[in-house]
């Protein structure tokens, strides 16, 4: 069978029910009335109200809300609208608003059953997708409280596992899996952390709330585009927290050198401008490689089918073809088209390289931007193959054959590949460099949508296409950057590390590209390649474990990268042994060291206590935190060279 021929369904059902999605109504109303089986969405346009942009509605606000529809319905009517909406606070415009306008084109019977499974989509069990952050830790204790019942009532075995996965997949989470076949013990360690339940929670609650929002029209051209305000709002909040945990949390390395992880982070890629300088240095660089090669750069959008969008452009009208498909649903969608598009292109030994960007449409449904490098004779196959796999589902339908795949040629005369594209880089990251977007929005504002939109539902904005690691490119510029003067008296016929150090300390990818083989080269057949930690687990002589190489639920740490290796020569760039230190630990410089002592020797003897209390069970030892991603491995190997 070819590999396109069946792609991916965007309607699978998983068997414990998809909340995210709208639910085929029941056949009784709210108020105890029969009703017609019918499939309800909000049709129109809605413009969300001052209130409900900012994310919160108090609860001085809810009385007016339900007020709003005194006129509509029972006295029974009434409370089960007010019940509903204190249950759901930040959607409670949204659902007043929509309830007014089906109420009076089709009845207030309708109305009270379409929020009745608007209600429902928000509850799993007895859990409430709208919970606020306490209430939502207080769920979370509970349930991992319930794992450590099991846990201690049948041992770390099968058998607690089964029952802690069934609890979890009661609530839609997906139970971790061993990764050691008969090892459960990490997995149970998990599902009995608060912390575990709390995150899984957390995104649940996140897309559930999102799905619901974009479903009944806050999220479009007309209300909030690429993502709802409350997903916004929450986004905010989420980024305010972690720019207060990296502000007042420290590391400290062997050497007593401090630094909080929010001055490391800044001179990251998580910081957005050095994030997006490197991403054009890389395109820059792909479209340097491609002339000198003499290939041509295409630039190719494809979509999703129509039964994936939410909302209309045009009016922000509901899409009478639409079946529910959640964003992150539409991304596996193209995602598996692509795969199936380059397996294609492999048996025809045509290999591209460049790079994909993902960016939400205005109803939060993604689509894909592709700037690809190949050889001018193969410009007409792959847009032939590209374009007869996008169509393969639902392919007839009005308007596939304009949308669903669009291909624009780069003409250098005209500007460049890097140029055509650094539009939609900076829309995605920051808005910088850019008044507005294409659609006219404020660019900065766009940009925190997207951020939102992508942080949601889990999207990956940013993927190249080809080329050597950039793992390798900045474990060079690491390496070169105390060794300035070495690389200044290279020679032409030094080694490939070299070669490629002066390229990636230079920032030219192009080069770097180049020295490393080319754009297509396997990655395992690179001159240049990382160098891990190895860790060991058990001391072999006496069976020991070492503490320092377990993770916090007891699994092994998972291998880090140390530097470089090259020519059967190994160069490691990180040495240091880095510890987390908590603000507490330096909020109080002044301190004498007696006092420090006397400190430590008080948070040694309550962390026995702790671990007394245990009482073998394997709690995770409190007072060791995660290291930074740093060289903690306990021996080298041989054949090292450090420099």
């Known amino acids: 069978m070819d590999a396109g021929s069946s792609p991916a369904s965007s309607t699978k059902q998983s068997g414990t029910g998809d909340h995210s999605r709208p639910l085929q109504t029941t056949g009784h109303g709210a108020c105890g009335q029969t009703l017609p089986n019918t499939h309800l969405v909000h049709s129109g346009p809605h413009r969300a109200t001052v209130g409900h942009r900012s994310g919160t509605i108090s609860a001085q606000d809810l009385p007016s809300i339900t007020n709003r529809l005194d006129g509509y319905g029972t006295f029974q009517c009434r409370r089960f609208r007010a019940q509903i909406f204190k249950a759901h606070p930040q959607l409670a415009s949204g659902f007043a608003h929509i309830y007014e306008d089906i109420a009076k084109t089709k009845g207030y019977v309708v109305a009270n059953q379409n929020l009745s499974a608007l209600d429902a989509r928000l509850k799993i069990r007895d859990f409430n997708c709208s919970s606020d952050s306490v209430q939502l830790k207080r769920f ?20 607690s596992y089964q029952l802690c996965s069934q609890l979890a997949e009661r609530y839609t989470l997906e139970p971790p899996t061993p990764k050691e076949q008969g090892v459960f013990s990490p997995c149970i360690r998990r599902m009995e952390s608060e912390r575990w339940w709390r995150k899984k ?7 559930t709330i999102e799905a ?3 479903d009944i029209g806050l999220v479009s051209q007309y209300a909030a585009p690429y993502s709802s305000m409350i997903s916004q709002s929450i986004r905010q909040d989420q980024k305010s927290r972690n720019d207060h945990y990296l502000s007042n949390t420290f590391i400290q390395n062997d050497e007593g050198q401090k630094y909080s992880l929010k001055e490391l982070a800044e001179l990251s890629v998580s910081n957005p401008a050095i994030r997006r300088g490197e991403l054009m240095t890389r395109i820059k660089g792909f479209e340097m490689v491609a002339e000198h090669l003499g290939h041509i750069g295409e630039f190719y959008t494809l979509t999703a089918p129509s039964k994936m969008h939410a909302r209309f452009k045009r009016n922000g009208k509901a899409n009478p073809k639409y079946d529910g498909t959640t964003p992150i649903e539409a991304h596996q969608h193209l995602n598996q088209l692509f795969q199936c598009i380059r397996a294609k292109l492999h048996r025809e030994g045509i290999f591209v390289y460049g790079i994909r960007v993902v960016e939400p449409n205005h109803d939060g449904t993604p689509h894909w931007h592709l700037l690809l490098f190949m050889p001018e004779q193969h410009r007409r196959t792959v847009r032939q193959i590209f374009s007869e796999y996008s169509l393969k589902e639902d392919g007839q339908e009005r308007g596939a054959s304009k949308h669903r795949f669009k291909a624009v040629g780069i003409d250098r005369e005209k500007g460049s590949a890097a140029g055509y594209i650094a539009k939609y880089i900076a829309k995605n990251i920051d808005g910088a460099h850019i008044d507005y977007d294409l659609d006219g929005s404020d660019s900065k504002a766009a940009a925190a949508a997207i951020d939102s939109w ?3 539902w889990g999207i990956r904005q940013f993927q190249f296409i080809g080329g050597p690691s950039v793992t390798v490119w900045r474990e060079l510029r690491r390496l070169a950057s105390p060794h ?8 032409p016929d030094d080694s490939a590390l070299m070669q490629a150090m002066i390229a990636a300390d230079a920032s030219e990818w192009a080069a770097y590209v180049m020295v490393m083989g080319g754009p297509i080269l396997r990655k395992k057949d690179r001159p240049i390649q990382p160098l891990y930690s190895e860790t060991e687990c058990v001391d072999e002589e006496t069976g020991e474990l070492f503490e320092d190489n377990l993770g916090a639920y007891g699994d092994p740490i998972a291998s880090r990268v140390i530097g470089l290796q090259s020519d059967g020569h190994q160069f490691i760039s990180r040495f240091r042994k880095w510890t987390l230190i908590g603000s507490d630990s330096l909020e109080r410089e002044g301190r004498t060291s007696e006092a420090r002592a006397t400190e430590s020797e ?3 003897g309550f962390a026995n206590e702790l671990r007394r209390d245990a009482n073998g069970i394997g709690a ?24």
Do not use: M
């Open 140 to 159: 979370a204790d509970y349930q991992a409280s319930r794992c450590r019942h099991f846990a201690a009532r049948y041992g770390y075995v099968l058998k």
């Open 201 to 207: 929670l957390f995104t649940l609650q996140r897309r």
């Open 212 to 214: 619901v929002a974009r």
């Open 454 to 456: 992508a942080s949601t």
């Open 484 to 491: 300035s003067d070495l690389l200044k008296n290279a020679k």
């Open 602 to 604: 008080q948070q040694a």
């Open 620 to 643: 995770a030892d409190p007072t060791r935190l995660p290291w930074t991603r740093v060289n903690n491995c306990t021996r080298v190997q041989a054949n090292e060279i450090t420099i």
